[in-house]
């Protein structure tokens, strides 16, 4: 596949790798912020082909891992209401709330159903007049201007049946919080290039010159990750601070701006809860007053207690990278894919998952030696 | 077989199935006698007997059953129906057999168009006439509208095994060749693009089809056939983790070596699936010796359903009993896992 294969090629990753080995003289700490880099990272073993030294720790952009459990909790209460579509993303349906998921809600009879787009929760909207179409707007920068198409489209069509349960974060905000942590261990990143695409790189430079750590936008295939190192630790090595973009063939500085036009028409910046992470300022969108009326929050209100954690479950310490997921005493025993403790171990993003799916036979081996 | 099936008038009104089709009564018959009988004239059939009554044939049996239960009814490239003879042709020729006669039991949804049913029944007459399997037995229900999907249907089958020695995942063995006739992940893909109305720019056309005559020519060939297996749901990766279980050894893959088409390959990028978990309905895995293995490719290479056959893995002698382990494109090693329910479209 044209665009793709290129970026898999096994002989150009090496080339990357061997010139990231020349210019390594101590050791560095990055983190990629995208739960999809980590996917890749780990599917292709590109952590084992750094140069000893150079570590990477797995960042907090896997948008169902950070989605909170009380608003997934709502979420179930919502799709389990008679009169009510509830649709969604994928592979939102089997993240776990408190105690159900959505493949649970439809086998009790609640009728949620998978869209590729918003737009089509729209279409749904149309077609079905006497129901309550609702869609979970869930996601980062990337999914935020879908989001607010299908509230500007609805807007337009006068629809009274739509509306979204929006739990949609910002990534600056929350690189800003682990750099901000204590223990942060993190001297670079590793930025989402889908992100960026989208918002453009403006909102990174303050983070270079306050915390003095470099940011490479970066993209998702083996040597797009390769280069991305590469780069963020050559600036590392000469004591830069900047942002630089790898991701070439899809980021411009400036974003894409009628999807950023579209996103300051509908929304406004609003302080966002984070699974794992807590509550942070600033770190996510809420709708405008003027579309209020989309609002699923408002349409279904909502007076239960806010929910839980399981307490055994460590996904804030990973999507922190602060623990590596097969350090976590639940990782592959107590929790599974199939009995999953949090949303890392379930979602197509999820660093757990990506241990769990690719790096069994690693730990087995660790396991059975202990 | 003629195939020519009748015009099915009165039928009720004509159009649409209504309880009465399942009832036992005039309606019933009618439906049996215009639609079914016609397409599937044999001998057999023809008695309308409670059972069919065959000859027995020399050898041991292979005996099947499975339901098919799709949505849409029809997809490029096949139906319900041609699913049912092939699904079920294929899991008899993964015993090593010649498949024979086959059963269908057909559970109808109230008001399914009549058109549609005489679709997918000339859709089973000429999928079972390629596979030359005889429809010596079959029944008919109706349930009222809500309680089915149209049409869902059982099929058995009856084949004759011709494989000198039991093919079965007990006898593979280390260092055997693993092969794969054709290119994968096409089904379950083009379902997926027309239940979702996913528009690509040309359709995907699903791979279903009967892998009886290729079977069967590897087996006349000689080659030591091993193990066979179709990688229908789950997919290949799913299979080849079903037989390092069975099996209890661990298998090798080569991911450059597995042919995904283009299109497909598009298409799961899009979607966030992984070709290898992606069902196949006209595919199938073969465990041969390595030394077998050339001449088995050339056996299925000469074969136009099966011309981009081609070896993908091994047993491997030591490992991890269980473990299916595939060597990614980039030159790394990865676990090939089992996965947890269906593959889920991603978020972004």
């Given at each position: 596949m044209k665009y793709l294969?290129?970026y898999?090629d096994?002989?150009s990753a090496?080339r990357?790798?061997?010139s990231l080995r020349?210019?390594v003289?101590?050791?560095?700490t990055?983190?990629?912020?995208c739960?999809?880099?980590?996917?890749?990272?780990?599917r292709?073993?590109?952590?084992e082909?750094l140069?000893p030294?150079?570590?990477?720790?797995?960042g907090?952009?896997c948008?169902?891992?950070?989605?909170?459990?009380?608003?997934?909790?709502?979420?179930f209460r919502?799709?389990r209401?008679p009169?009510?579509?509830?649709?969604?993303f994928?592979d939102?349906?089997?993240?776990?709330?408190?105690?159900d998921?959505?493949l649970?809600?439809?086998a009790d009879?609640?009728?949620?159903r998978?869209v590729?787009s918003?737009?089509?929760a729209v279409?749904?909207a149309?077609?079905e007049?006497d129901?309550?179409?609702?869609?979970?707007?869930?996601?980062?920068e990337?999914?935020?201007p879908a989001n607010?198409?299908?509230?500007?489209l609805?807007a337009?069509?006068?629809?009274?049946n739509?509306?979204?349960?929006?739990?949609?974060v910002?990534?600056?905000?929350a690189?800003?919080?682990?750099l901000?942590?204590?223990?942060?261990?993190?001297?670079?990143?590793?930025?989402?290039g889908?992100v960026c695409?989208?918002?453009g790189t403006?909102?990174y430079?303050?983070?270079?010159?306050e915390?003095?750590v470099?940011?490479v936008?970066?993209?998702?295939?083996?040597?797009d990750?390769?280069?991305?190192?590469?780069?963020a630790?050559?600036?590392?090595?000469?004591g830069?601070s900047q942002?630089?973009?790898?991701y070439?063939?899809?980021v411009?500085?400036e974003?894409?701006?009628?999807?950023?036009a579209?996103l300051?028409?509908?929304?406004?910046?609003?302080?966002r809860d984070w699974r794992?992470?807590?509550?942070?300022?600033r770190?996510g969108?809420?709708?405008r007053?003027?579309?209020a009326?989309?609002?699923?929050?408002?349409?279904?209100?909502?007076a239960?207690?806010?929910?839980?954690e399981d307490?055994?479950?460590?996904?804030?310490?990973?999507?922190q990278?602060r623990?590596r997921?097969q350090?976590?005493p639940a990782?592959?025993?107590?929790c599974t894919p199939?009995h999953?403790l949090g949303?890392?171990?379930v979602?197509?993003?999820?660093a757990?998952?990506?241990y769990h799916?690719?790096r069994?036979?690693?730990?087995l081996?660790?396991?059975?030696?202990? | 077989?003629?195939?020519?099936?009748?015009?099915?008038v009165?039928l009720?009104?004509?159009r649409?199935?209504l309880l009465?089709?399942?009832?036992?009564g005039?309606l019933t018959?009618?439906?049996?006698?215009?639609?079914?009988v016609?397409?599937?004239r044999?001998?057999?059939?023809?008695?309308?007997h409670d059972?069919?009554v065959l000859?027995?044939?020399?050898?041991?049996?292979?005996?099947?059953?499975?339901?098919?239960?799709?949505?849409p009814?029809?997809?490029?490239?096949?139906?319900?129906g041609?699913?049912a003879?092939t699904?079920?042709?294929?899991?008899?020729a993964?015993a090593?057999?010649?498949?024979?006669?086959?059963?269908l039991?057909?559970?109808?949804?109230?008001?399914?168009?009549?058109?549609?049913?005489?679709r997918?029944?000339?859709s089973?007459q000429a999928?079972a006439?390629?596979?030359?399997?005889?429809?010596?037995?079959?029944?008919?229900?109706?349930?009222e509208?809500?309680?089915?999907?149209g049409?869902f249907?059982t099929s058995?089958?009856?084949?004759?095994?011709?494989a000198p020695?039991?093919?079965?995942?007990?006898a593979?063995?280390p260092?055997d060749?693993v092969l794969?006739?054709g290119?994968?992940g096409?089904?379950?893909?083009?379902?997926?693009?027309?239940r979702d109305?996913l528009a690509f720019a040309s359709?995907?056309?699903s791979d279903c089809?009967?892998v009886?005559?290729?079977?069967l020519a590897l087996?006349?060939?000689g080659?030591?056939v091993?193990?066979?297996r179709d990688p229908?749901?789950?997919?290949?990766a799913t299979?080849?983790?079903?037989?390092?279980?069975?099996?209890q050894?661990?298998?090798?893959?080569?991911e450059s070596?597995i042919?995904?088409?283009?299109?497909?390959?598009?298409?799961?990028?899009?979607?966030g699936?992984?070709?290898?978990?992606?069902?196949c309905?006209?595919?199938?895995?073969?465990?041969?010796?390595?030394?077998?293995?050339?001449r088995a490719?050339?056996?299925?290479?000469?074969r136009?359903?099966?011309?981009?056959?081609?070896?993908?893995?091994?047993v491997?002698?030591?490992?991890?009993?269980?473990?299916?382990?595939?060597?990614?494109?980039?030159?790394?090693e990865r676990?090939?896992?089992?996965?947890?329910?269906?593959q889920?479209?991603r978020?972004?």
């Amino acid at each position: 596949m044209k665009y793709l294969d290129e970026y898999r090629d096994g002989a150009s990753a090496q080339r990357y790798a061997e010139s990231l080995r020349a210019i390594v003289t101590r050791p560095w700490t990055l983190m990629e912020v995208c739960g999809g880099q980590t996917h890749s990272i780990v599917r292709y073993g590109i952590d084992e082909m750094l140069p000893p030294g150079v570590t990477l720790i797995h960042g907090p952009g896997c948008p169902v891992c950070v989605t909170p459990v009380g608003t997934l909790d709502r979420a179930f209460r919502i799709a389990r209401q008679p009169g009510v579509v509830f649709t969604s993303f994928g592979d939102m349906l089997r993240v776990p709330g408190t105690q159900d998921d959505l493949l649970h809600v439809r086998a009790d009879g609640g009728d949620v159903r998978i869209v590729y787009s918003p737009l089509d929760a729209v279409t749904i909207a149309e077609r079905e007049p006497d129901r309550q179409v609702v869609f979970l707007a869930v996601g980062f920068e990337t999914t935020a201007p879908a989001n607010a198409m299908a509230v500007l489209l609805a807007a337009r069509k006068r629809l009274t049946n739509f509306t979204v349960l929006l739990a949609q974060v910002r990534v600056p905000p929350a690189l800003e919080a682990i750099l901000q942590s204590p223990d942060c261990r993190v001297q670079a990143f590793l930025a989402a290039g889908h992100v960026c695409t989208v918002m453009g790189t403006a909102e990174y430079g303050p983070l270079c010159s306050e915390y003095h750590v470099p940011v490479v936008v970066t993209g998702f295939e083996p040597v797009d990750l390769l280069q991305g190192i590469t780069m963020a630790v050559r600036q590392l090595e000469e004591g830069r601070s900047q942002v630089e973009i790898q991701y070439r063939r899809s980021v411009r500085p400036e974003g894409n701006p009628r999807a950023r036009a579209a996103l300051e028409e509908v929304f406004e910046i609003a302080d966002r809860d984070w699974r794992g992470l807590g509550r942070i300022p600033r770190s996510g969108f809420a709708l405008r007053a003027t579309y209020a009326a989309f609002d699923a929050e408002r349409r279904f209100p909502d007076a239960e207690p806010l929910a839980r954690e399981d307490p055994e479950c460590r996904a804030g310490l990973v999507l922190q990278g602060r623990l590596r997921p097969q350090e976590c005493p639940a990782f592959g025993t107590r929790c599974t894919p199939d009995h999953p403790l949090g949303a890392p171990m379930v979602s197509s993003e999820g660093a757990c998952a990506a241990y769990h799916l690719y790096r069994r036979r690693a730990h087995l081996a660790q396991v059975g030696a202990a | 077989m003629s195939g020519e099936i009748v015009c099915p008038v009165p039928l009720g009104d004509g159009r649409r199935i209504l309880l009465a089709h399942g009832g036992g009564g005039r309606l019933t018959r009618e439906l049996v006698e215009r639609i079914f009988v016609p397409a599937f004239r044999n001998d057999a059939l023809a008695a309308l007997h409670d059972s069919a009554v065959l000859a027995r044939p020399a050898g041991a049996f292979a005996f099947t059953t499975d339901s098919f239960v799709v949505h849409p009814l029809f997809f490029p490239g096949g139906d319900v129906g041609k699913l049912a003879v092939t699904g079920t042709v294929n899991d008899l020729a993964m015993a090593g057999a010649r498949p024979l006669y086959l059963t269908l039991g057909f559970i109808l949804e109230e008001g399914l168009a009549v058109d549609d049913l005489v679709r997918v029944v000339a859709s089973v007459q000429a999928a079972a006439q390629e596979a030359s399997v005889a429809v010596v037995a079959g029944d008919t229900k109706v349930v009222e509208r809500g309680k089915g999907d149209g049409i869902f249907i059982t099929s058995s089958g009856v084949g004759v095994v011709e494989a000198p020695r039991p093919v079965s995942p007990a006898a593979v063995r280390p260092d055997d060749a693993v092969l794969v006739s054709g290119p994968v992940g096409q089904h379950g893909v083009a379902v997926m693009a027309v239940r979702d109305g996913l528009a690509f720019a040309s359709p995907i056309v699903s791979d279903c089809a009967s892998v009886a005559g290729a079977v069967l020519a590897l087996l006349g060939s000689g080659v030591d056939v091993h193990c066979l297996r179709d990688p229908t749901r789950g997919g290949v990766a799913t299979v080849l983790n079903e037989i390092a279980a069975q099996a209890q050894c661990e298998i090798g893959v080569h991911e450059s070596a597995i042919t995904v088409g283009e299109d497909v390959a598009g298409a799961c990028e899009v979607l966030g699936l992984d070709p290898l978990y992606v069902a196949c309905e006209g595919r199938f895995l073969a465990f041969v010796p390595a030394s077998d293995a050339d001449r088995a490719l050339d056996v299925l290479r000469a074969r136009p359903e099966t011309a981009h056959a081609a070896r993908i893995g091994t047993v491997r002698r030591d490992g991890t009993p269980g473990l299916v382990v595939l060597k990614t494109r980039a030159g790394g090693e990865r676990v090939l896992d089992l996965l947890s329910g269906e593959q889920l479209p991603r978020i972004c």
